[in-house]
Structure formats: structure tokens, C-alpha cells
T-cell receptor, first 115, second 110 residues
Framework: DVKVTQSSRYLVKRTGEKVFLECVQD?????MFWYRQDPGLGLRLIYF???????EKGDIPEGYSVSREKKERFSLILESASTNQTSMYLC??????????????FGDGTRLSIL | DAKTTQPNSMESNEEEPVHLPCNHS???????IHWYRQLPSQGPEYVIH???SNVNNRMASLAIAEDRKSSTLILHRATLRDAAVYYC???????????FGAGTILRVKS
């Protein structure tokens, strides 16, 4: 089975801190994704990466950056955490999309609270 | 992204089959139909996907209407562990992101 592992299930940080969320997948997937999930808003794509050192902005990239130095690892960085970034963060991975035929596999999420 | 419509909630008895409907009348010819579910306090879990033909896997079956404007996810024997939010999503041939709607909350009674 595909395993997507997020480094923390719960995280509490303070406003202004630089926050790192880590994600590792073990299936040699080319694509990796970061979403955030908020009540009433569903899942929204922050960034995705289709190869090492390659990234593309999703729908809500402001206030975030990402890093992919190795194929199996994709990091989400909150440059200066703010309270409106309190959310559930979900990492996913997939093989390169070929006509929409590739499912995405998700980690269990990190529930981040910014105080 | 083409839109899908699902009932807000459904209820089932344990060990009975469950049919979860999804309407997608604006689907294009190259859109795949994907189903995911999300259990409480977990990330979404891939269930099944298909293009035109019905599909079966160890988790569920997917029945796709001949005109592809609707589909049904079938859980053959619901268990309490199947209580979750079920999402029907259309994947375009060029898009990478998944667009999750509100989904259907499935409640399973013992």
C-alpha cells in the first residue's frame, strides 16, 4: 500500500514563527501536493510539485512556500505564521497524471494551530 | 472543472449494500470519475475511479451510466468503519488538482 507520512498530527505555533511541515511518500511518485482543509471551504490546493526542485502555485499560495530537494520529500513552509493559517494541512502524492487516470494518495494530515 | 452533485447525507444499516449517487451532467468525454472518502480525523482515501465501464476493486464497485452523466458508488456490505464523507470528483485530462465538493455524509447504523 502507498504510504504518505506527515511529520506531525498536531502542531501549535505562535504568530510570526517560521513553520515547516514535512511530507514523505514511499511509492516513487513524481507528483506531490499540499492542500489545506477548512470547514465549509473544502480542500484547496496550495502548491504542487511534479519533479525534484520543480513547483507550481495552486489556488492559495500566498504566505506559503515549498521545497522539494528529494523525490520522496515535499515540505511546506509558512514564512511568517498568521492566525488565518490555522487549518488542517494535507499532503498527497501520485504518479504523473496521464489523462486524469492517476489517483492521489493522502497522508493523515497535520492540524496546525497558530496562536 | 466540471461540477458534481451529491446528496448531503445518507443512512444505511450495517451489512446492507449502500448505493451512493453522483450526478455530473457536464462531464466531458475525457473526464475520469474518481471517488474518495474521508473518515473522521483522517486524510481523504482513494476508493475507486473509472472512465466508461463499470469498475470493481476490493473496496467498492463503480457503476457508470451509459451517457456518463451520473455514476453510483456501491459498497456491497456496509460496516461501521465505512461511516465517512464520500466525494465524487471529475479528473480532467490536463488538471493536477482534485476539486472536492461537499460530499455525502454516510451514516451506518448497527
Amino acid at each position: 500500500d502507498v504510504k504518505v507520512t506527515q511529520s506531525s498530527r498536531y502542531l501549535v505555533k505562535r504568530t510570526g514563527e517560521k513553520v515547516f511541515l514535512e511530507c514523505v511518500q514511499d511509492m516513487d511518485h513524481e507528483n506531490m501536493f499540499w492542500y489545506r482543509q477548512d470547514p465549509g471551504l473544502g480542500l484547496r490546493l496550495i502548491y504542487f510539485s511534479y519533479d525534484v526542485k520543480m513547483k507550481e502555485k495552486g489556488d492559495i499560495p500566498e504566505g506559503y512556500s515549498v521545497s522539494r530537494e528529494k523525490k520522496e520529500r515535499f515540505s511546506l513552509i509558512l514564512e511568517s505564521a498568521s492566525t488565518n493559517q490555522t487549518s488542517m494541512y494535507l499532503c498527497a502524492s501520485s504518479f504523473a497524471a496521464r489523462g486524469g487516470n492517476q489517483p492521489q494518495h493522502f497522508g493523515d494530515g497535520t492540524r496546525l494551530s497558530i496562536l | 472543472d466540471a461540477k458534481t452533485t451529491q446528496p448531503n447525507s445518507m443512512e444505511s444499516n450495517e451489512e446492507e449494500p449502500v448505493h451512493l449517487p453522483c450526478n455530473h451532467s457536464t462531464i466531458s468525454g475525457t473526464d475520469y470519475i474518481h471517488w474518495y472518502r474521508q473518515l473522521p480525523s483522517q486524510g481523504p482515501e482513494y476508493v475507486i475511479h473509472g472512465l466508461t465501464s463499470n469498475v470493481n476493486n476490493r473496496m467498492a464497485s463503480l457503476a457508470i451510466a451509459e451517457d456518463r452523466k451520473s455514476s453510483t458508488l456501491i459498497l456491497h456490505r456496509a460496516t461501521l468503519r465505512d461511516a465517512a464523507v464520500y466525494y465524487c470528483i471529475l479528473r480532467t485530462s490536463y488538471g493536477n488538482k482534485l476539486v472536492f465538493g461537499a460530499g455525502t455524509i454516510l451514516r451506518v447504523k448497527s
